[in-house]
């Protein structure tokens, strides 16, 4: 079958860009507690009862989590992140038959991967991406048979749709609030405008109001609520909740993705002012005005929660993305030399952007595979020998366009010691990329009996630090961690130059290392690198 290389190639490629990273991506944070929990369906309901009233997202990350194929599990939870953005992409499509979906897809891509206000978190962590972005699956595909079969609903398709709306109404909170508004919405404007099908209409938009009281008014929410480390929070006057939310915590949101709803905002009001002057309301400036306030609902929404992490957010970037997929639909299909000229520039402007977040991600994400296969034989070596405390290093993430792009750093101990059949387990800061020590390039130190014993280095690559690392010999008995370390770099064109660092001396496997980044060389122009403490050589290593 010939591939139409308009269309499907672009769903490819965008598959292939989120696979590279997420099976980079080791399990980590609360992957490993949800993987203990049974798929029992009563051990659900009693995590429901108890604890958390996502039980969609909490079974899918359960049913991913029990995914013995990494490779698998992978992929298909990249599958789903492209699935969805290609239902945000239709959504223009499904409510005014405008197909443009092949030019709307590549720019939400790109918005979602550059603007996302928890990359790590909500896409390449499984149980995080369960809970914000796989659930979005029902929110975005209910929305989009919804605008598609308005005015032609049968008993047939309102039943998948209310279907539907339940799971969409499970989602998660914020996405729960802004989907029960826009809800509201649909009705109010189908009593106004067209009342075909109203009974239909009001009928499906009830599920979405059912699963959103399951989930909001669960007994584990307000249990959970009760947890000591939420009641301040909880001490303070409504109003000043309230208020603290606006003035302070909605800052990160909208310094994140605030230009995405300010551009959402000023196309949707330039298609209304179109609209106006045409005396007529058009599907795209009602459905693109309709999700921005549906992304400010699901960010304002959030005033009843105690805690925001960046992740919390991700529900009201993606109705930021629906408004802009109507505004990108519209500009598509713009004759204006200017507005045409201006979206160019925009898209190339955005297209540099994702290049260079994509490339620091992707080799930082490659990185942590490679940490995570020392710290893999850190836990083997522990099992095999039974020593009472693991001490296992942390995860180190090299240079990142947005920090929170890393995923979650959350480290439960009696989680992973029982995941993985070991007594108990220590975690280590570690101030340097350490997996240099299995993918980079290793050398003897020339000087023999010093503290210092084999140097570890990375290649080179545009606009990242090289890594250096070298072993300790020993138990460090001649090593002075308390004093800096001055490492002299020579270059084969006779040049030199020296860079000072503090050592943190780190346990990886039974041996100690030390580590530091250097930026600005190149580590093919260098012949010699001579390491000195305390002004006394201890090490001298040939890179010729």
């Not at 079974?59 to 939870?77: F, G, W």
């Not at 296969?373 to 099992?383: E, F, G, M, P, Y």
């Not at 108990?424 to 390039?441: A, N, Q, R």
Request: glycine share 4%; charged share 15%; aromatic share 16%.
């Amino acid at each position: 079958m010939k591939i139409n290389t308009n269309v499907s190639v672009i769903y490819i490629i965008a598959f292939a860009l989120v696979y590279a990273i997420a099976v980079y991506t080791p399990l980590h944070s609360d992957d490993f507690s949800y993987s203990l929990l049974s798929l029992d369906f009563t051990n659900h309901i009693a995590h429901y009862l108890s604890w958390s009233g996502r039980f969609i997202a909490d079974y899918t990350s359960n049913i991913l989590l029990h995914i013995e194929d990494y490779y698998v599990r992978s992929a298909i939870n990249s599958l789903l992140i492209v699935v969805i953005i290609y239902f945000i992409s239709a959504l223009p499509y499904a409510a005014t038959g405008s197909n443009q979906v092949k030019t709307v897809f590549p720019v939400i891509f790109m918005v979602f991967w550059c603007f996302n206000p928890n990359l790590g978190q909500s896409v390449f962590w499984i149980v995080g991406s369960a809970n914000y972005s796989l659930t979005m699956l029902f929110v975005v595909s209910f929305l989009y048979f919804l605008l598609k079969w308005k005015d032609s609903l049968n008993k047939y398709k309102t039943a998948f749709l209310l279907f539907i709306g339940i799971l969409a109404g499970c989602s998660n909170e914020s996405a729960s609030v802004a989907l029960s508004f826009f809800c509201v919405l649909i009705i109010f404007i189908s009593l106004l405008i067209n009342k075909k099908n109203i009974i239909s209409i009001c009928l499906l938009c009830s599920g979405v109001f059912v699963g959103s009281a399951l989930l909001i008014l669960s007994p584990g929410n307000f249990n959970r609520a009760q947890d000591v480390s939420f009641q301040q929070w909880y001490s303070w006057p409504l109003l000043t909740r309230f208020l603290y939310h606006i003035e302070e915590r909605m800052m990160y949101p909208l310094l994140t993705f605030g230009l995405i709803i300010a551009l959402s905002f000023i196309f949707a009001a330039a298609i209304v002012f179109r609209d106006i002057k045409r005396r007529l309301v058009s599907n795209e400036a009602l459905y693109s005005s309709a999700f921005f306030i549906c992304s400010l609902t699901a960010l304002i929404s959030l005033a009843g929660s105690p805690y925001t992490p960046p992740r919390s957010w991700t529900g009201g970037f993606y109705f930021s993305l629906m408004s802009l997929s109507f505004v990108i639909n519209y500009l598509a299909q713009n004759k204006s030399i200017l507005t045409r000229s201006l979206y160019s520039l925009s898209i190339a402007s955005l297209m540099l952007l994702f290049i260079t977040s994509y490339y620091f991600v992707y080799h930082s994400y490659k990185s942590v595979s490679y940490q995570n296969k020392i710290r893999d034989a850190i836990v083997l070596n522990s099992r095999q020998s039974s020593i009472g405390e693991t001490i296992l290093p942390d995860f180190y993430f090299s240079k990142l366009l947005n920090a929170n792009d890393r995923f979650d750093e959350f480290f439960n101990p009696m989680a992973f010691s029982k995941y993985y059949n070991i007594n108990s387990v220590k975690l280590e800061k570690v101030d340097f990329d350490y997996s240099v020590i299995i993918s980079g390039h290793v050398i003897n130190n020339e000087l023999q009996g010093e503290s210092l014993l084999s140097l570890y280095y990375s290649d080179t690559k545009s606009f990242m630090p090289c890594t250096l690392s070298f072993a300790l010999n020993g138990d460090q008995r001649e090593f002075n961690a308390d004093k800096s370390i001055s490492l002299s770099i020579i270059f084969k064109n006779g040049e030199s130059e020296a860079q000072d660092f503090k050592p943190s001396p780190v346990n990886i496997n039974g041996r100690l290392y030390i580590g530091m980044s250097v930026y600005g060389i190149n580590i093919n122009k260098i012949i010699k690198l001579v390491v000195k403490q305390e002004n006394k050589t201890i090490g001298i290593y040939s890179l010729n």
